[in-house]
């Protein structure tokens, strides 16, 4: 069964750091990997999709890599703002069209 | 614009009393999902569908779903209980199982269930 991993849980920086959020899922077995931002109260956007073949994708001050081998993917955030504070999420496509979630990373970015 | 619309955005009913969240889509897409997001359960799959076809996902007891329109896919509730309170997510895709395949989510239902 297909197991989704966000670490770390919640995480604070101040204003202008690169951060990094991971990822990690059990089965290599994937369609692809996307990456939401989900504001509080608020539905998910869609950030980046990486497909099962690629490696990496980018998008602004985004950038996120999958290694499927390894089960990892990394979502990269160039000179964080304020406005980049909210909660991101991984998902996986595999099996039967099944999305498996992880739970999440609450970013808060301090001006 | 391309979005997934959903109604209500917030409802509070008691236990037993049968209700529909709706959903539509302006994107012509094949496939629809309705999610629930629980802290620390994060976002679990309920139900998807093409147009053909009911995937049953992680937790499909108590809820029901009909797709006779390919842009309308409502939530049923037949008799609701107070463990269904929760946020609830519609979600649409072009197609299925490739991988291009991308999620569009709709703003969230927020139901309690008293």
């Known amino acids: 069964k297909q197991e989704v991993t966000q670490i770390p849980a919640a995480l604070s920086v101040p204003e202008g750091e690169n951060l990094v959020l991971n990822c990690s899922f059990t089965?290599?077995?994937?369609?692809?990997l996307q990456w939401f931002r989900q504001d509080p109260g608020k539905g998910l956007t869609s950030l980046l999709l990486?497909?099962?073949?690629?490696r990496e994708q980018t998008s602004g001050r985004l950038n996120a890599s999958l290694d499927k081998s390894s089960g990892r993917s990394t979502l990269y955030i160039a000179a964080s703002q304020p406005g980049d504070s909210a909660t991101y999420l991984c998902?996986?496509?595999?099996?039967?069209?099944?999305?498996?979630f992880g739970t999440g990373t609450r970013l808060k970015v301090l001006a | 614009e391309a979005q997934v619309t959903q109604n209500p955005r917030y409802l509070i009913t008691v236990t037993g009393k049968k209700l529909t969240v709706t959903c539509s889509q302006n994107?012509?897409?094949?496939?629809m999902s309705w999610y629930r997001q629980d802290p620390g359960l994060g976002l679990r799959q309920i139900y998807s569908?093409?147009?053909?076809?009911?995937d049953k996902g992680d937790v499909p007891e108590g809820y029901k779903v009909s797709r006779k329109e390919k842009r309308n896919f409502p939530l049923i509730l037949e008799s609701p209980s107070p463990n269904q309170t929760s946020l609830y997510f519609c979600?649409?895709?072009?197609?299925?199982?490739?991988?291009?395949?991308?999620?569009?989510f709709g703003p969230g239902t927020r139901l309690t269930v008293l």
């Open positions: 979600a649409s895709s072009l197609s299925g199982l490739s991988s291009y395949n991308e999620q569009f």
């Open positions: 089965d290599s077995a994937i369609y692809n």
């Open positions: 990486i497909q099962s073949s690629q």
């Open positions: 998902a996986v496509l595999s099996g039967t069209y099944k999305y498996i």
């Open positions: 994107m012509n897409h094949e496939y």
């Open positions: 569908m093409n147009v053909e076809v009911t």
